[in-house]
Every structure is written in C-alpha cells, then in structure tokens.
C-alpha cells in the first residue's frame, strides 16, 4: 500500500484531536497559513518542528524528516525547495521575527532555484495591500538590490526584542541616515535609520510555485 502522504496524516490527526489549523499554530509558533498550506502540500515544516509536531499530534517525526529536500535538482529533476522564515508577534499583526531558523519549506519559483540564501516568507498585516494580503508567501532574493517601487522585506533592531524584526515594504529610496520605505494600506510612509538596519531583501514573486 502506498504511504499515506504527510499532509494527509497532519490534517487527520488534527481533526482526530478536534483542534483547529489556529490551535496547532499556536502550540508550534508558526502562523496559520503555515499549517493550511502543510496541509494542502504547498510546503512542508521544517525538520526542527518534528519533535514538536510528533508531540502535539503523534506523527512520527521520521515523517517530517523523509519530507526535507535540498536546496538544489535532484537526479530526479525534484524541484528545489526554499526555506521559509519568519515567526508573527502576537503583539502585532504586522512585525515579523526573524530568529535564524526556518519555520518550513517551499517549493522555489524558477527564478531562485540556483539563488544561494533564497527564502521565503509569509505576509502579516494587512498594511501592504492591495498588493499584498495577509498569509500570502513572497519569494526573497538576497543578491538583488532593490530599485524605488520594488517591495522588499526589509529587517531592523528593534528596542526590546532580542531577535531581528521584519517588515514587508516598498522601496522609496535612501539617504546617508534614511533607509525611505513605505505601506499602501494606509498610504505612509516608514523610516528606518541606516544604524538599525539588519538587512533588506528584494521580493521577486508571491503565491505558489
């Protein structure tokens, strides 16, 4: 009999314990999207959330773990996989904490497939759009530096929070103190100073691959 695939086996065993997609979010830190899209078999958990997930739900984490792929074509011609970044703030719809650690994978759009340091992330908030909506994935490239209008995650110290913070933005331009970026819901504008940035990434897709 073929083995019943992991999103299948997540999605079951949920359901079995009466939880809701939000519940085991919660539970593994991650954001919501992260589990529907887990369950859909869009992308997969990374394998530093086995433990987790075979506490929470009793799969076994050997289930996580088969599921990883490399960053790179397989013999197979598999598809390269991006590592998806990024934990919500409970306090606030819109920060992005950046801790170093993937909270999943993903399939990478053909632009970043050979990209070293690609990644993806989810939306939060509601700021960027029409452009962008909440839960939505946008596909990072690190190497390529934006231009006024490109939309960017841009990540910053921030007082008060140990690790790194991000924002989705759009690019307006900079001065020798100002990193100019900007929200569309509403229309405002953001300033970072050039002391407290961390690092800025060009968004070159969104949606699934």
């Known amino acids: 009999m073929p083995e019943t695939p992991f999103a299948t086996r997540l999605r079951q065993a949920r359901q079995g314990k009466r939880l809701i997609e939000a519940a085991v979010a919660e539970a593994l830190d991650v954001s919501q999207s992260a589990v529907a899209q887990w369950e859909s078999g869009r992308s997969f958990p990374s ?6 997930i075979e506490k929470l739900l009793g799969i076994d984490r050997r289930l996580v773990e088969k ?12 598809r390269a996989r991006l590592p998806i970044v990024g934990l919500p703030d409970p306090a606030d719809e819109e920060r992005i904490i950046i801790d170093g ?9 053909p632009q970043l497939e050979n990209v070293s340091g690609a990644k993806a992330a989810y939306v939060r908030g509601r700021s960027m759009e ?35 913070i991000g924002y989705i933005r759009q690019y307006l331009g900079e001065d020798l103190v100002h990193i100019h970026l900007g929200t569309l819901n509403p ?23």
């Open 47 to 52: 394998a530093g959330l086995a433990a987790r």
């Open 67 to 78: 599921g990883q792929q490399p960053q790179t074509r397989g013999s197979l011609g598999r």
């Open 101 to 109: 650690n993937p909270r999943g994978e993903i399939l990478a759009p």
């Open 130 to 164: 029409p452009r962008y909506y909440p839960g939505e994935v946008v596909y990072l490239n690190p190497h390529r530096a934006p231009n006024p209008g490109d939309f960017v995650l841009v990540t910053v110290k921030e007082p008060d929070y140990p690790a790194a």
């Open 187 to 209: 229309k405002r504008k953001h300033l970072v100073a050039r002391q407290n940035l961390l690092g800025m990434e060009t968004i070159v897709g969104s949606g699934l691959f």
